[in-house]
Nanobody
């Protein structure tokens, strides 16, 4: 599986961005997730969508503002980010893995990673 992330950029507080993770390989075989990492901080879970059933999970900090979904036509897993805040500024990574629900917030459980894409939110 190969993952290619895109869509980052710079926006002002309250703005929106849509990140896209193109998937080469089995498209629905894995749980897909987005993580982010700010300078000097650990990588943190943002959102995930399960392989089976499409159940979604979100970090509390983004719940209600971010939406993760699969686009079957484009073979991408997208992250729609609305009402962005300066604290959302990070490098965002997409990931794929055979992950059970109890561990999907742990980055170590994912075996495939895309390159990062920078999101910068200014106040």
């Amino acid at each position: 599986v190969q993952l290619q992330a895109s869509g980052g950029g710079a926006v002002q507080t309250g703005g929106s961005l849509r990140l896209s993770c193109a998937v080469s390989g089995p498209f629905r075989a894995y749980t897909m997730a987005w993580f982010r990492q700010a300078p000097g901080k650990d990588r943190e879970f943002v959102a995930a969508i399960r392989a089976s059933g499409g159940t979604t999970h979100y970090a509390d900090s983004v719940k209600g503002r971010f939406t993760i979904f699969r686009d079957g036509a484009k073979r991408t897993v997208d992250l729609q980010m609305n009402s962005l805040k300066p604290e959302d500024t990070s490098v965002y990574y997409c990931a794929a893995g055979s992950v059970i629900s109890s561990t999907l917030r742990q980055d170590s459980r994912y075996g495939y990673w895309g390159q990062g894409t920078q999101v910068t939110v200014s106040s």
